[in-house]
């Protein structure tokens, strides 16, 4: 019998609040825009500048390794940088706690 994958995010409690900075800062300084293309998915618009991409792809790999449930496609293509940001159904509810981050560090 198969067991089943538990997606949640195994990052240590502690740790936890360090990470939600690094994302704040993050979507302060680099989101030119956000939308919603999906119910599972937020397409957000980054600065297209190579330290962007590579400060954004660190702390992605970082954030797959404890939250199974997020997937990320960063793509620089024509002089843009946009993010993809996909969550399975069970959790749609980060994926619009993300969309509000956003908008609240960019107000």
Not at 11 to 36: C, G, H, I, K, Y
Not at 58 to 76: G, K, P
């Amino acid at each position: 019998m198969k067991q089943l994958e538990i997606q949640a995010c195994t990052l240590p409690t502690e740790a936890q609040p360090l990470r939600v900075r690094e994302f704040d800062a993050l979507l302060a300084t680099v989101v030119r825009s956000a939308q919603r293309i999906g119910p599972l998915t937020l397409r957000v618009d980054l600065l297209p500048t190579p330290e962007v991409a590579a400060t954004v792809a660190n702390l992605l790999v970082r954030e797959t390794a404890c939250c199974s449930f997020f997937t990320f496609n960063l793509v620089a293509s024509d002089g843009s940088l946009e993010l993809d940001i996909t969550v399975v159904p069970r959790q749609t509810a980060v994926l619009d706690a993300i969309s509000e981050r956003v908008r609240a560090v960019r107000a």
